[in-house]
């Protein structure tokens, strides 16, 4: 088994909402970049969503998700794995991140949504339970997951679904 770590955070101070993702693949890893692999559809639909296309540079994709306040983590900081799949995951070694501080520097946040159902699982299983009850305003939402190996969805798909972070977008900035 190998260890990996995951990336730091992307996300301005004033960030509103918050995608996690599990762990970087072996191909992100290597491009040092979120969702590297080019059959993920990540930068596919940020692309359709907020302008932040795959051929644009990882910076200027990066910037333009901040300039529309969303944020982009990992649940995990380390783990071991073999190879790239979620499924390959060691759960007895896996570290989370520190949310309670990352919550505490992105007040804004209200809605974090997950990049699938791994995501999602360990959040619920080793973070939500240690987060201060202060930090109970936050609405979770799973959308399906954007890797090559979730084929069970259509690009289109997917698109659709993933617009739900437009929704609460707009919501969040017409309340102020």
């Known amino acids: 088994m190998q260890e990996i770590s995951g990336f730091d955070p992307i ?3 004033d960030a509103r909402v918050l995608i996690l993702g599990s762990m970087p693949s ?19 639909i940020m692309g359709q969503l907020f302008g932040a296309e795959l051929e644009l540079c990882y910076g200027l994709r990066k910037g333009i998700l901040m300039t529309h306040r969303v944020a982009l983590w990992d649940v995990l900081k380390t783990c071991q ?11 007895d070694s896996i570290i989370v991140n520190d949310f309670s501080d990352f919550f505490r520097r ?7 949504f997950f990049n699938g159902m791994t995501a999602e699982k360990i959040y ?6 240690t987060l201060p009850e202060r930090f109970g ?14 084929a069970a969805l259509s690009l289109p798909q997917k698109m659709e679904a993933w ?3 437009k929704h609460y977008l707009a919501e969040e900035l017409a309340e102020g």
């Open 26 to 44: 072996k191909v992100s890893k290597a491009r040092d970049q979120y969702y590297g692999h080019s059959k993920n559809a990540f930068w596919v």
């Open 124 to 129: 619920r299983k080793y973070i939500l339970p």
């Open 81 to 91: 794995r073999l190879g790239s799949l979620d499924a390959d995951i060691e759960l």
């Open 106 to 112: 992105h007040d804004q946040i209200r809605h974090v």
């Open 11 to 13: 996300a301005a101070p």
């Open 163 to 165: 617009q739900e972070i």
């Open 137 to 150: 305003y936050l609405v979770y939402h799973r959308l399906p997951s954007t890797s090559p190996t979730n």
